[in-house]
């Protein structure tokens, strides 16, 4: 059974920073999983932030590139989101995501707030 759990999350102020961290167990190939993050902001649907591929490419909303670095380790079954120059409209629940086959699996969420 895949477990995915989140840390990091917090309430900053507009331009200030914060990192998402990820930590799976279970049933995780990193060979062929796809390791990310999505976010779900106050009424909105929930929305990919970032991912990377097995292959090692790099899916990203606009909305943050520039802004947002993520990383992945493999041998730890981590994924991390550097999220630099937060703005409030960065503010939501963000999951981490792993998509593995025809699955998808899905952390508890992390509160990012953004507020001055």
């Known amino acids: 059974q895949v477990r995915l759990v989140e840390s990091g999350g917090g309430t900053v102020q507009p331009g200030e920073s914060l990192r998402l961290h990820c930590v799976g167990s279970?049933?995780?190939?990193?060979?062929?999983?796809?390791m990310g993050w999505y976010r779900q902001g106050p009424g909105k649907q929930r929305e990919l932030v970032a991912e990377?591929?097995?292959?090692?490419?790099?899916d990203m909303a606009d909305s943050v590139k520039g802004r947002f670095t993520i990383s992945r380790d493999d041998a730890r079954k981590t994924v991390d989101l550097q999220m630099n120059n937060l703005q409030q409209e960065d503010t939501g629940v963000y999951y981490c995501n792993v998509g593995q086959g025809a699955n998808m699996y899905w952390g508890q969420g992390t509160q990012v707030t953004v507020s001055s």
């Open positions: 990377v591929h097995s292959e090692r490419a790099i």
């Open positions: 279970g049933g995780i190939n990193t060979f062929y999983a796809t």
